[in-house]
């Protein structure tokens, strides 16, 4: 079965500090994709990044950057110079392949970004 | 432009009275799934539909129906609410063959419904 762990329930930084929100996943799958969605304070939820597991390159998209690594099983997300916009709820997901209805996700991490 | 469109958006009902949150996408979608979102819970499965007539439970359907009559619309009926279904409420939508797990899943904005 799927799981996907974020152990950091809250986290509150100052405008332009870097944070970093941790994801840990289990899967017994060998082929599977991770997520993160946004969701800021107006509810809906943002998609953010798909990674497969045969792509451990790890991307940059602005001040957005997300290390893959499998040796750890995790897939952490990290924001450079955060912003008050940044604020939000963000979820980490799983998907594996043996169904096309295996999506898991985790908690979620709430991040303030104060100014 | 493509969407999917939750109503209604907001809802306070009373315990035992029956109501559908309605869910649409427009973009021909095989998949449609309803999610609640409850505090440090994440986002948890409530029902699914792989296509129309095609429906499954997810990891909490207790309390809650669905129906897929047609591609675009695929509603949750709460026959009966209790306060425990409090929560918020996520529809969301996801080409086939490539799928919720390949592709990014479509989510409506969120249905916040209260039950006194």
């Known amino acids: 079965a799927q799981k996907v762990t974020q152990a950091q329930t809250e986290i509150s930084v100052v405008e332009k500090e870097d944070v970093t929100l941790d994801c840990v996943y289990e899967?017994?799958?060998?082929?599977?994709?991770l997520f993160w969605y946004k969701q800021p304070p107006s509810g809906e939820l943002v998609f953010l990044i798909r990674?497969?597991?045969?792509?451990?390159q790890n991307e940059i998209s602005g001040r957005y950057s997300w290390n893959f690594q499998k040796s750890t099983s995790s897939f952490n997300f990290t924001i450079t110079a955060s912003q008050v916009v940044d604020s939000a709820v963000y979820f980490c997901a799983l998907s594996g392949t043996y169904n096309n209805n295996d999506m898991r996700f985790g908690a979620g991490t709430r991040l303030t970004v104060k100014p | 432009e493509a969407q999917v469109t939750q109503n209604p958006r907001y809802l306070i009902t009373v315990t035992g009275k029956k109501l559908t949150v309605t869910c649409s996408q427009n973009?021909?979608?095989?998949?449609m799934s309803w999610y609640r979102q409850d505090p440090g819970l994440g986002l948890r499965q409530i029902y699914y539909s792989m296509n129309v007539e095609v429906t499954d439970k997810g990891d909490v359907p207790e309390g809650y129906k669905v129906s897929r009559k047609e591609k675009r619309n695929f509603p949750l009926i709460l026959e009966s609410p209790s306060p425990n279904q409090t929560s918020l409420y996520f529809c969301a939508s996801s080409p086939l063959p490539s799928g919720p797990n390949t592709g990014e899943l479509f989510f409506g904005e969120g249905s916040r419904l209260t039950v006194l």
């Open positions: 990674r497969n597991s045969f792509d451990e």
């Open positions: 899967t017994r799958d060998t082929t599977y994709y």
């Open positions: 973009m021909n979608h095989e998949y």
